[in-house]
């Protein structure tokens, strides 16, 4: 059975989700710029974003 998710109505949770994702990116940027390594859990595997090809984002400078 499905449970249907819960929303909220507090502006500073519904503007959460955009928040991470700008600090993830920035985190990708300061990463690539200082040669440290930005590890995230993808498909259940730990990877180091910077090892991998620039996204097409990145390569623009944006």
Do not use: C, H, N, Y
Request: proline letters at 5%; charged letters at 35%.
């Amino acid at each position: 059975m499905k449970t249907k998710p819960r929303g909220s109505k507090d502006p500073d949770i519904l503007s959460s989700g955009e928040a991470l994702r700008r600090a993830a990116r920035r985190a990708l940027e300061i990463g690539l710029q200082t040669g440290t390594s930005v590890f995230v859990l993808r498909d259940g595997k730990i990877v180091d974003l910077t090892k991998q090809k620039p996204a097409r984002s990145m390569e623009k400078g944006r």
